[in-house]
């Protein structure tokens, strides 16, 4: 008589998130164990409702919650997108549909027939009818990036968070019987490993689990009692609203920055926004360059000759020279992209000449740039790596993005006078509201968006060593997320490997959870 062996271990996994960071880490894990069916997984997912300040939305906001509830879905539990994929952001909120194929396309790919174009077009007369302030067929934010017909066009934010929660219920309906999800309704308070167990707890339930990943994601930072009403943070939006005063200085000029201080001119009725950087410029729009280029001198060979932050400068200068001269554009000098006196004309031409062609030479070094410290690091002392990472940041606005239709609604902003770059910093420590500028003056705005300082949720509170239980999962990209979430899954996913090895065999006619 034949007998059936099957193995008895069961894994336990606690994931504390269910925005991108989580969701992209569920797949990973659900991929390598499908191919695992002697391991009985069970998941918890620990996500709390999502609560939104209807009062502070503005009424594309609110006719789209409403539209949402009225078809069936509930907007206090979604999955996959988070906050920064939230369907109640504002339309204006959008990225590049390059970001989406380069980020989860391998979520459509596992789970479901359709890629998140397909989905798009598949659902155009929802979204239509969801985003009339953005779509082409209705609307007055338009533009003519802002499209559902292509992929080199944007989509609003929200829009991606809706298919990544169709892709989280199509995964959820397609687990094979050996791994069983359970999405835990609280969020994760505290947690203590001790030798190979993992004590999690939320407000009412305490959890012993084999791992844990924690991806909650970035927040900014804390804000003072003595800040209410007056400071804000960027995210969630709805946070804020129609009770901003007529002038608001938002703190921070990256993408985040940019998005909500168009959202405070367009739809929250505030006059005048200050935008206040270290340097009193933003980030530049990203294009997709339709020639290719290979870095002759920004190169991980040319930094092994010399591991320095002094020559990773150097190499930088003479490739931007190389690059605009491949180009065809005048190359107007190291100093002077640094010290942009007019960044209102800088943005201007910038656009002309990128509208003119794509083929631009901060478009082309925008990801040569950015994973550069990555590339090299493991070549530098720690004090070089502080000096690379310094010289990143440094070149960072020119190089780090946001979707060209913000760029361009930002511009006309700065030509209208109601959006103003400045040079300064929030000053956190101060009981009133406070921001010094750079001749040493200070001033005491009525309304604050900080839209800079991202700290990690929980700081990090795994061991660097081999045996952690305890993993994070984030990143500031679609695309460091995916390869984050895929490192981690993968190591887990060796670790039970490794301890079906040891793990006795029994006669077992089920495998209990």
Known sequence: MLTRWRCNLRVRIAIAGAGVSGFATLGYLVEAFKAMPSAGVLIYLLQPPREIHTENLSAPQRDRLIHLKNIGINLS?????????????????????????????????????????????????????????????????????????????????????????????????????????????????????????????????????????????????????????????????????????????????????????????????????????????????????????????????????????????????????????????????????????????????????TNQSPNHPFAHLVRPVMSFYDQVKDLLPAVEQIGVLQLINQVKPLFATQSRPCAELMLAALQAKRLRLMAGEFLPEQVTPTILHLDGTQAHPDGIILATGFVPSIPPFYPQSSDTRCYSVMGTSLSSVHSRAANVASVITRLVRRQTLHVSFVISPDLQM
């Open 77 to 353: 539990q979604l999955f996959g997108g988070g906050h920064v994929y939230h369907p109640v952001q504002p339309s204006l909120f959008t990225f590049n549909g390059n970001s989406a194929a380069r980020g989860f396309n391998f979520v459509a790919q596992r789970y479901d027939t359709s890629d998140y174009f397909e989905w798009v077009q598949a659902n155009r007369r929802l979204l239509a009818t969801l985003y009339p302030d953005f779509a082409p067929e209705k609307g007055q934010q338009r533009h003519r990036d802002h499209t559902l017909n292509d992929i080199q066009g944007t989509t609003p934010r929200g829009v991606y968070g809706l298919y990544l929660h169709a892709q989280f219920l199509a995964l959820k309906a397609h687990l094979p019987e050996h791994i069983a999800l359970q999405i835990i309704p609280e969020a994760l308070q505290t947690f203590t490993q001790i030798e190979q167990k993992v004590t999690v707890k939320t407000n009412t339930q305490k959890l012993s689990v084999d791992y844990l990943v924690q991806a909650t994601g970035h927040r900014f930072a804390a804000l003072r009692s003595e800040w209410v009403g007056h400071v804000f943070n960027a995210y969630p939006c709805d946070r804020y609203g129609y009770n901003l005063p007529p002038q608001v200085t938002v703190v921070g000029a990256g993408p985040a920055g940019i998005e909500v201080a168009l959202h405070a001119l367009h739809n929250l009725n505030v006059a005048q926004v200050t935008l206040l950087s270290r340097r009193a410029q933003s980030r530049l729009p990203q294009v997709e360059p339709t020639e290719s280029y290979e870095c002759q001198w920004f190169t991980r060979e040319k930094m092994r000759l010399q591991p320095t932050a002094k020559n990773a400068k150097a190499l930088l200068q003479q490739e931007l020279k190389v690059c605009y001269q491949a180009c065809n554009l005048p190359y107007p000098g190291w100093d002077a992209l640094l010290k942009i006196e007019d960044y209102s004309t800088f943005l201007e031409n910038y656009l002309q000449t």
